[in-house]
């Protein structure tokens, strides 16, 4: 199983983005998908998750911006930016944990990590 992000870019404060990140392989079934980010001298924080069950959370600072949300047919997780700021601008990353086939009948479990998309916005 493998994740795969993209939709990063460059733009101006004000603009919108949209970021996909796509899971690939044996999968069963995925759970909690998220969208990190880490800033340059920063630590990785928390930005956006969702439940199988489609209940989601955000980090204070981009509520009312961004909306995250997953299209379970194609075992992908979007994260649509509006309104960015120049404090948006980080790397992104995708996590999401669920099952997998190992072996005919034989199931595990997976936590993944999606390469990183990144996201600049100027002021």
């Known amino acids: 199983v493998q994740l795969q992000a993209s939709g990063g870019g460059f733009v101006q404060a004000g603009g919108s983005l949209r970021l996909s990140c796509a899971a690939s392989?044996?999968?069963?079934?995925?759970?909690?998908m998220r969208w990190y980010r880490q800033a340059p001298g920063k630590q990785r924080e928390l930005v956006a998750a969702?439940?199988?069950?489609?209940?989601?959370n955000y980090a204070d600072s981009v509520k009312g911006r961004f909306t995250i949300s997953r299209d379970d047919a194609k075992n992908t997780v979007y994260l649509q930016m509006n309104s960015l700021k120049p404090e948006d601008t980080a790397v992104y990353f995708c996590?999401?944990?669920?099952?997998?086939?190992?072996?005919?009948?034989?199931?595990?479990?997976?936590?993944?990590w999606g390469q990183g998309t990144k996201v600049t916005v100027s002021s």
């Open positions: 969702i439940t199988s069950g489609g209940s989601t």
């Open positions: 392989g044996r999968i069963v079934s995925i759970n909690n």
């Open positions: 996590n999401a944990d669920g099952r997998y086939w190992y072996e005919t009948l034989r199931r595990r479990d997976f936590n993944l």
